[in-house]
């Protein structure tokens, strides 16, 4: 894991997710990509109305871009300062752990997505409601990336990735976001695989995902459970908190979207209930 990309807007809780970003840089020796994203000054012009003067509305215009600059300034500083903390440093050319800062402005969805597509995961904090800009981060890695998402609850403290429970379930999601953490399970102290009741004939089992580990070096110990206790997203929470999992690795949305959305199911649950870090893919 070489590239980490740290998304952010004028709501992110910047200092604990840089805070969070520059350990992963020190313990991969990765370089960190802050891109923060500001309000784009032609997209406000639809909202504010007829019956205003040319002169009005580029006085409203270049008060947007001020303001704009203003936040991505002032996010500059706490990320720098995170980084400067843990000697995270901003030359490029340097061997070892390194930070980038981007400022782009638009929304959203014109830029998280695309711009993590180069890196090998991003780092974002649980939505703070369905609306927020937390969410539109968070939608926008899982669904548009193509790329892993390590979801980090603002609440957590302490080490991240070192002991980790797999939630297996067989789903392409899943063995997607095992794969893609190889290298992650790899320096962890301890891997744990959890799962939960019988999975269908046809799907990859338990003993044939920890061979798959074991191939790749990975030592892990094997946990099954004939039936959840609760839902099974609870279940998942609980064993991981049993065993002084740290993180968590799962498959997202394994069934279709809208009845995840609808329904809940055991992604939507642990994004909006776990204490602890997930990392995931879709």
Known sequence: MKAIMLPLTR????????????????????TITGLFIR?????????????????MIQEMCDATEREGLKYAGEANKLFSDAMNQQAVVSDETAPGPKALWRTIA????????????????????RPQGKNSAQADIFNDLVFRSGRSVLMVPNSHEGPILDNVLV??????????????????????????????GELAEELPTLDDIARYLDAHGIACEKMLEAKPEGSVG????????AVGADTIVIGAFSTARWRELILGGVTRHLIESSELPIYMSH
């Open 11 to 30: 709501e992110s809780d910047t200092s604990f997710l840089s805070t969070i970003a520059a350990n992963l840089a020190i313990r991969f020796s990765a």
């Open 39 to 55: 309000r784009d000054p032609k997209h406000a012009m639809p909202l504010l109305g007829e019956g205003l003067t040319a002169e």
């Open 106 to 125: 638009g929304d959203v969805a014109d830029h998280v997505g695309r711009c993590a597509r180069t890196a090998d995961f991003a780092v974002c904090e």
């Open 167 to 196: 939630a297996w379930n067989g789903r392409a999601e899943c063995a997607r976001a095992v794969g893609a953490a190889l290298p992650l399970l790899k320096k962890a102290r301890k891997v744990t695989l959890l799962q939960i």
């Open 234 to 241: 609870e279940t998942v929470h609980a064993r991981a908190k």
